[in-house]
């Protein structure tokens, strides 16, 4: 999604501006800009379609834009075609209103119309320039502003934003608003810096203000205000961000994805640790209590994406261990569904962003019916964080690579734990089996380190299949939910073809796909169905698929049938995803590696979909 940056001080600022949003290049984007300006110079805008590199390359590394007041966008198209012309910044025709957007407007054709009524016209596609023409159209108006333009603007439009505006009237200023789009703000000793996400600010900040829903920010030299939508002044809490600045750098790997699978075992280690103290599951800091856990009568997951494999994977664990109904949706699904929800259902809203559009809406679906909401999230103060009711933070880090990784295993690990915990407080196992399944939790990162060491046998063999078309991730029970994630993996960043189906379910029509070297993967880490998919598998082969099998230590007879294997170190059966997964993303990341693919930013994709 668009990353929005911005500087206020007494450095040049286009550098800054460029630094910070190649910190946002993740996010994914298709063209980029700076707005930079000096107190008494015209606000200069400098576009370039593509990479970062090519707006770097047009401004000398910025060094050919003077002015230390500026802001800068990367931009992934939603409202016409990615192209120069359609690039932000975006302003008015006499310049005196220039800014940029993230966030979709939805209302910006009736918006378009009213300003055309008064005789504006437009240069570009974009909603983002109608926003800011409406906001032009009331500083002429009211000449309230630009706060006040800002407020009026607000309560015309519909939909989600974050916004940088310059007003060439207000030299030394910038100002922020948003709604559902994510935007912070980090003030130094005579600077303030903007962004869309903290790992733009960290090289110069961790004190960082988290702008509320549908506020409006007055950004000075080191001095920030808040007003509400009603132009009143609001105070907003600073906060500390715990993340070193190391952490969102490659630290001599060659991708972010590599180093974020390698970063997993901590992951799971350091969201473990924050929930289990002195051998017991705690809670508290969610806010969920016992009576919380005993008084559920059935949970709803609900996500995007990765998440929702998380989701799938935990609909097995929860049902199985705690006994409760449990129920999976799309976020995208949930929220037009009008779902059949009671005041005994607890709506879990699963995210890595805690900003992706969909998830946000079901979420304020769940609050608006009276349901009770957890949110199991990673990026702290994220609007899903601060609008659920309870909220669990994943402690994976900052999560770079579009493609998840160490998030999703932190949030199986936080499923596993509430899971358990659940299926205690509602009698369903006894002491000993409680601390058993927290033993064999504590365990999981040093398995997840073995199976890490076998990385090369996995290079080895995507090097092999580098050059495969289709494939087909097959399991059943939990190895189903994990097939999910690992097909999930291949598509988005080695761009093969590949479906994930319960095993027992091809032959009801998928089979039909398989031929001479296809690869299918079987994941058979559940032992109780180990036979069952193996004969699956026979299937599969005796159709000329190419067999990878992915299983336990000790399993070893699945060599009678898969051509390549990867084994797993033994856990409880209900922890298995956390060690088979791992071999499922290196894969995908040595296939794609293997293939020359942009890796840690595949095609089409954004790492935060803000928008619907
Ligand atoms: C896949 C991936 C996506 C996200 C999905 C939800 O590798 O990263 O499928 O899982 O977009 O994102 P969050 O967790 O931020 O809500």
Redo the contacts with the bound molecule.
């Keep these: 999604m668009c990353g929005i940056v911005g500087y206020n001080g007494s450095e040049q600022a286009a550098p800054i501006l460029l630094e910070g949003l190649s910190r946002l290049e993740y996010r994914g984007y298709d063209s980029a800009g700076l707005a930079v300006r000096n107190a008494s110079t015209p606000i200069e805008i400098v576009k370039a379609k593509g990479r970062l590199r090519v707006l770097a390359e047009k401004t000398n590394d910025g060094e050919a834009l003077h002015g230390t007041c500026g802001i800068g966008h990367t931009r992934w198209a939603t409202h016409g075609e990615p192209s120069e012309n359609n690039a932000h910044p975006h302003a008015s025709d006499d310049r005196t209103v220039v800014g940029v957007h993230n966030g979709i407007i939805e209302n910006y054709q009736e918006l378009k119309e009213k300003l055309l009524r008064h005789d504006y016209v437009f240069y570009s596609d974009t909603d983002t320039e109608v926003a800011l023409k409406l906001i032009h159209y009331y500083m002429g108006k009211y000449a309230g502003g630009p706060v006040d333009s800002i407020a009026r603007a607000m309560t015309r439009i519909r939909g989600s934003y974050a916004l940088a505006v310059m007003f060439a009237e207000y030299p030394d200023e910038i100002f922020v608003a948003r709604k559902d789009s994510p935007m912070v703000i980090g003030v130094t000793d005579g600077a303030c810096y903007i962004a869309s996400d903290v790992p733009a600010l960290l090289k110069y900040t961790r004190s960082v203000y988290y702008i509320g829903n549908q506020q409006i920010a007055r950004l000075g030299k080191g001095t920030v205000s808040f007003f509400d939508i009603d132009r009143e002044p609001v105070s907003v809490e600073q906060t500390e961000v715990k993340w070193d600045a190391e952490a969102a750098e490659k630290g001599g790997f060659e991708h972010f994805m590599i180093k974020e699978i390698h970063e997993q075992p901590k992951a799971v280690r350091d969201t473990l640790h924050s929930l289990i103290k002195e051998d017991h599951i705690d809670l508290s800091g969610t806010g969920l209590t016992d009576e919380d856990l005993r008084k559920y009568e059935r949970i709803h997951i609900v996500?995007?994406?990765?998440?929702?494999?998380v989701g799938l994977a935990g609909q097995y664990i929860i049902e199985d261990l705690a006994r409760m109904p449990v129920r999976v949706e799309l976020?995208s699904e949930f929220r037009y569904r009008n779902p059949l929800l009671t005041d005994r259902d607890l709506v879990i809203v699963?995210?890595?962003?805690?900003?992706?559009a969909d998830?946000l809406a079901a979420l304020r679906l769940a609050k608006e019916k009276g349901i009770e909401t957890l949110g199991i999230i990673?990026?702290i103060g994220s609007s899903?964080a601060r609008e659920a009711d309870h909220v669990l933070y994943t402690l994976a880090g900052p999560e770079i690579a579009?493609?998840?990784?160490k998030?999703?295993s932190a949030?199986l690990a936080a499923v596993y734990v509430l899971a358990v915990q659940a299926a205690l407080i509602r009698g369903c196992i006894d002491e000993e089996k409680y601390k058993e399944l927290l033993n064999e939790m504590e365990q999981l990162p040093a398995k997840m380190e073995r199976v890490l060491e076998d990385k090369e046998r996995i290079q080895w063999f995507a090097a092999k299949y580098s050059n495969a078309r289709d494939m087909f991730f097959i399991g059943r029970g939990i190895d189903y939910a994990i097939s999910m994630e690992g097909s999930?993996?291949m598509k988005?960043?080695s761009y093969v073809h590949s479906e994930a189906y319960a095993a027992g379910e091809l032959k009801h029509g998928t089979i039909s796909l398989v031929e001479n070297g296809t690869l299918v993967v079987g994941v058979c880490t559940q032992n109780h169905l180990f036979e069952k998919t193996r004969s699956n598998m026979v299937e599969v082969k005796s159709r000329g698929a190419y067999l990878m099998g992915l299983t336990n230590y000790g399993n070893y007879s699945i060599e009678d049938t898969a051509d390549f294997t990867v084994y797993i170190p033994r856990t409880d059966a209900h922890f298995t995803t956390s060690l088979a997964v791992i071999p499922l993303q290196l894969l995908g990341y040595y296939l794609s590696v293997a293939r020359g693919l942009n890796v840690d930013k595949p095609r089409n994709?954004?790492?935060?979909?803000t928008v619907e």
Excluded: D, M, R, W
Excluded at 303 to 309: D, I, L, P, Q, W
Excluded at 350 to 356: F, K, L, Y
């Design positions: 996500a995007c994406g990765s998440a929702y494999h976020a699963i995210s890595q962003s805690g900003e992706t998830s990673n990026v899903i579009v493609a998840t990784t998030a999703y949030q999930l993996k988005e960043i994709l954004a790492k935060s979909v």
